[in-house]
């Protein structure tokens, strides 16, 4: 029992390592802008470019996890986010602050990768998503609320992932080394299982990851121009909001399984799609402040869920990585298309937009969800593991000697020999089917 309750804490670490820099990508994007001679559109480039970086690592580390060792890529993974982050944290050229966001979300994609490969081989992969999302929803809030007081500059942020990442390094000599390539019943070892269902569940990813992030990358804008709140305000909401989705973790933490996959991600979604809607429109801080707090709230709810589903679809984490990985497409294009609706449409009209657009994505989200949670897992799909049997010479075994015992065989009487030529041909076998 003891066994089954220990929490996979160097997993939840990785976790919180490889999706700190998203999470923090609001602040660090607003000190390139203010601490470095760029432009917002700049400094939101800047970001984008570190979020690709991070999905490109994704999509090329999807099947190699387990080939490389998850202990060596995620040693590399946190050396490359602290060199990466902390490069940037220590110079003003602005060559080498994109560099070093580009050598470090590449870092954190990796690390994200091994931490998916390896909740997905878990036998409660959502209670550690959940876990993962709590430590990296904690740690963010905390740094939201601390880097204020640390100073101006772009490099505090970064420095803080950077620091992290070294902070995570010692956990990885929990992790296994690298694993020999398992054998399958399956001649189509190797291929992707279920493509359908998880093609469709990573098409559906970047438009679900851009809408959530479009609204995030202008929801400062919207509190300040559209609901005329002061920055502190702005601040004080956006902290309750993060506090919000620490307790929405914890509830998708106690939740569990119960409800299956498919209510949780559909109408998850459904009400984001109102949040969004709401949060757009704001013209006051009740209306503003309900919007983001209850997005915040469901927002990891959904997510924890979409991971889980995508971890069963795949026991070998590569679907896992993979949605991540398109989920980190829409996260960078997020800020931009929020961006550039709110200046065709406006505020109001661009929520309208997203929430409408989440509905649509809803309903394939959703089938694969309810398709994955009436599929029976196929024997073909398990690992077939040889285990060497050591051989025993047949001299060396004893053999039981027998004796021989003489029966005498008595032949039926005439009288006794009627009764098996007036049997019936079925009665043996009336008899043996009782």
Known sequence: MSARRTLPWPLVAL????????YLLPTAVGRLDSGLPLSPTQAGAVGSALLLSSAAAGFLLASRVDRTGPRALARAGLVLAALGYGGAALTAFVPAVVAGAV???????TVTAVAATAIAAH???????????FGVSALAGALYLTIPHLGPGHGVPLAAIALTALAVLPVTGRLPGRTAPARTASPAHGRLPHPRAGLLLAAAMPCWSLAQNALWGVSGRIGLDQAHLTEVTVGAVFAVALGAGLLGVVGAGALGPRLGQAVPIGAGTALIAGCIALSASASGLPSFAAGEISWNLLYPVVLSYVIGLAASLD???????LVGSAA??????GPLAGSVLAAGTGFPAMGRLLAAGLL???????????RA???????AELPVVEIPVAEVPLAELPVAELSVVEVPLETPAPADRSAYDTASPNSYASTSAR
């Open 103 to 109: 050598v470090g979300g590449f870092g954190s994609g």
């Open 15 to 22: 976790f919180t390592a490889g999706y700190l820099a998203p």
């Open 328 to 333: 980190s497409l829409g996260t960078a294009a």
């Open 123 to 133: 036998r409660d992969p959502h209670r550690v998503t959940t876990l993962g999302l």
């Open 373 to 379: 949670g009436r599929r029976p897992l196929r024997g």
């Open 315 to 321: 026991p070998r984490g590569r679907w896992a990585v």
């Open 360 to 370: 649509l994505i809803a309903v394939p989200m959703t089938a694969v969800a309810l």
